[in-house]
């Protein structure tokens, strides 16, 4: 079957990523979550939290490409110390590839980012990520403060010291 995304469905997608709580909507590319190639495009507000995670089974590879706006790529080691944080956009990097099992999040910077997901499948809700245990899960309560920081951290700061300097 051809697939068509015209300008009107990626309105839609951005229209609907405003109004919802989250943030972010996504529109399915691929039949269905037996794929064997996952394909989604995802519109995402400055305001939406991808909680950091990582794809555990072996061969759960993922690529994004961004379309328009511009966003931030953070790579985390096992105990949430940031190692790299690369800057996306229209003019610098457009594509990146991650590896399976590799603690990552992404953070839009500008309204009406849009991307291009590519993972293997099939989808499995149950074992498609493992969210790390050192930043909030979407919807707790140190979202807010967690996305604030993302912004800004810089390569070698960890997550879990936002957590311990309320205490």
Request: aromatic share 6%; glycine share 4%; charged share 25%.
């Amino acid at each position: 079957m051809i697939k068509v995304v015209t300008n009107d469905d990626v309105n839609g997608l951005n229209q609907k990523a405003c109004e919802v709580e989250r943030k972010r909507a996504h529109l399915n590319l691929h039949d269905n979550e037996n794929a064997n190639v996952q394909r989604l495009l995802m519109a995402m507000e400055p305001e939406t939290y991808i909680a950091p995670h990582r794809h555990i089974e072996p061969h759960k590879w993922e690529m994004l490409v961004l379309l328009t706006g511009e966003m931030d790529l953070l790579i985390f080691d096992d105990d949430g110390q940031l190692l790299s944080r690369t800057p996306m956009s229209l003019t610098s990097t457009r594509i990146v590839q991650l590896p399976a099992k590799t603690w990552h999040t992404f953070v839009a910077k500008h309204a009406g980012t849009l991307a291009l997901e590519i993972k293997e499948g099939p989808y499995i809700a149950k074992t498609d990520k493992d969210f790390a245990p050192w930043a909030p899960l979407e919807h707790s309560q140190g979202v807010p403060a967690c996305l604030a920081a993302l912004r800004k951290f810089a390569v070698g700061e960890h997550v879990s010291d936002l957590f311990k300097q309320k205490s």
